[in-house]
């Protein structure tokens, strides 16, 4: 019999220090913070989900790499770890694959990092996947079985037919605060700071057959379940949404997920999706001074996108309003412009980050031909709250003490205070938490 253990690094991850106390002070961004580590990392679930049947599997989410957790999965003697990481923890993910290669065991890094910087990682993993695992996992786990894997398995980047397993949601136990769905890969669209639209292949929307069978599994460890859906932008396809909000009706859930404001001039669907348990729902409007290329469609007029998101949340649907800060054009003063507007928009949630040029996207291969990356600051910096650029009008000091300047303000009580107010109101109108009142939600 073979073991693998599944170790995710997941959680919130923050390198300034100033802005590690402020996170730790003001409970809106403390909530979130607690949110997305709850989160089930759905890609190592869903690799367990192929696993033949003469291996065992074990689940390790790990915020970082600890002594504790390496005797952990030592312990275990797996014939291999399989290891995930976004880029800010590539670098925690890296130091405990060295711990455990110390021990005699093999691990395999896989995720969007791995497959855009193969070359900088692959001296830390025995094995790196590049692209979809999942179409290269069972090689893997043969290769593993006779004691021996290759430095790289790359996936086809193609349009064939596209496996989708049942994610092994058994081995998160009982005491699951929230759970995570795909019901898409991908996005249509291309925003420049993007990678996940395109690097793991076109987009793709799952079967319907599929998105039940997963709901059911998650229906036998909660009959009222959270789900956050892991998609780039639901219902930005072009298959019929009412499959798939009846689907998330009959699975008695509350939950939220990302699309682009144009949900909010179909309002047909806007009362499906209330219906159906939609709670929240992510909308990015990006910057207030660039127009990103690549949004396609979702470019237009402010006006326009406000009207949106008020009809949005005439549904009965909280909008949380992400907005990007230090885009090309960006000074001090249209930073406090940005801050006056989003304390005055009517979205019930507000999200701030700072442009971070990830790996494989088009904004970073701009700034690198700009000479505009930060040498000095490594993957860890690439937390969407530390700056990893030099701005074009602003210095990097600048822009750093004015997004910290710009968070507290937004995030401050009395924004905070108003913000729930907009938020109850908004949740009074949804049906479905009418017709489950005893269900308390917070903001994800």
């Not at 956050?228 to 998330?248: H, V």
């Not at 682009?260 to 001074?289: F, H, K, N, T, Y």
């Amino acid at each position: 019999m073979h073991h693998i253990a599944f170790v995710p690094f997941v959680g919130f991850r923050v390198c300034s220090a100033e802005l590690r106390e402020i996170g730790f002070t003001m409970p809106s961004l403390r909530h979130r913070g607690v949110a997305v580590s709850e989160l089930p990392a759905l890609g190592v679930l869903t690799l367990a989900g192929m696993m033949p049947g003469n291996w065992t599997s074990s689940y390790h989410p790990a915020r970082a790499s600890v002594d504790e957790l390496v005797e952990q999965v030592i312990a275990q003697r797996p014939t291999i770890v399989a290891i995930s990481a976004l880029t800010a923890s590539i670098d925690e993910a890296s130091q405990f694959s060295q711990s455990i290669r110390r021990a005699g065991l093999k691990t395999v890094l896989g995720g969007l990092h791995a497959t855009t910087c193969a070359d900088d990682v692959e001296e830390h993993f025995d094995a790196v996947v590049i692209g979809n695992g999942e179409r290269v996992w069972p090689s893997v786990v043969r290769d593993a079985e006779r004691g021996s894997v290759n430095r790289r398995y790359s996936a086809p980047n193609d349009s064939t037919p596209f496996h989708w397993p049942m994610p092994r949601f058994d081995l998160l136990g009982d005491r699951v605060p929230r759970y995570t769905l795909q019901t898409e890969r991908g996005c249509p669209l291309a925003c420049d700071f993007c990678a996940a639209s395109r690097l793991l292949g076109s987009f793709r929307e799952k079967p319907a057959a599929n998105v039940a069978a997963e709901l059911a599994a998650i229906n036998q460890f909660a009959p009222q379940p959270l789900i956050e859906l892991a998609d780039d932008n639901t219902f930005a396809g072009r298959r019929d949404p009412r499959q798939l909000c009846e689907l998330l009706a009959a699975s008695n859930a509350r939950w939220f997920t990302e699309c682009d404001w144009r949900i909010g001039e179909r309002p047909l669907l806007l009362a499906q999706m209330a219906a159906a348990g939609c709670v929240q729902v992510l909308v990015g409007i990006e910057s207030l001074v660039f127009r990103y290329p690549g949004m396609g469609a979702k470019r237009t007029e402010l006006a326009r996108i406000i009207t949106a998101i008020e009809a949005i949340q005439e549904a009965g649907i909280v909008v949380n309003a992400c907005f990007i800060v230090g885009a090309d054009g960006e000074t001090s003063a249209s930073i406090e412009r940005l801050v006056e507007f989003l304390l005055q928009i009517p979205a019930a949630e507000v999200q701030l980050t700072l442009q971070t040029p990830f790996p494989g996207t088009a904004l970073r291969r701009r700034l690198l031909r700009e000479g505009r990356l930060l040498a000095h600051r490594g993957w860890r910096y690439y937390t969407l709250l530390d700056a990893t650029f030099h701005p074009d009008l602003m210095t990097v000091d600048e822009l750093e003490q004015k997004f910290r300047w710009a968070v507290e303000q937004v995030y401050s009580i009395e924004a905070r205070r108003s913000r729930n107010v907009i938020r109850r109101e908004v949740w009074q109108r949804n049906p479905s938490l009418r017709k489950h009142r005893s269900i308390q939600l917070t903001t994800s």
